[in-house]
């Protein structure tokens, strides 16, 4: 069992920044790929960004060049740098992993292959 936690939310003028972290824990802990997803009200969640095992990188393309997403030293913790935010940015964010080794890699958004999600932190740009 794994727990996410996402923190770093909050309100912010666009063009500003956000830095917003999830911490994971649990019994035996380990993910090759994690994620974060969005979702504004009456809209579809969508993939945001994601970061494999190896460091590697994915972005959606309307946030590339303007966020940023990593993991700590640790490995559970996971981040994602949000500058020159707009108002489109608006959404609630979910915190995402992959643990089972039946989805190796990192290779897509597809959500029912992240089998563990955290609760949303709100992030409003206006």
């Known amino acids: 069992q794994v727990q996410l936690v996402e923190s770093g939310g909050g309100s912010v003028q666009p063009g500003g920044s956000l830095r917003l972290s999830c911490g994971a824990s649990?019994?035996?802990?380990?993910?090759?790929?994690m994620a974060w997803f969005r979702q504004a009200p009456g809209k579809e969640r969508e993939g945001v960004a994601r970061i494999g095992g190896d460091g590697s990188t994915n972005y959606a393309d309307s946030v590339k060049g303007r966020f940023t997403v990593s993991r700590g030293n640790d490995q559970n913790t996971l981040y994602l740098q949000m500058n020159n935010l707009n108002p489109e940015d608006t959404a609630m964010y979910y915190c995402?992993?992959?643990?089972?080794?039946?989805?190796?890699?990192?290779?897509?958004?597809?959500?029912?292959?992240?089998?563990?999600w955290g609760q949303g932190t709100q992030v409003t740009v206006s």
């Open positions: 649990g019994h035996t802990y380990s993910s090759n790929c």
């Open positions: 995402a992993a992959r643990t089972s080794p039946a989805w190796p890699g990192c290779r897509s958004f597809t959500m029912s292959t992240y089998n563990y």
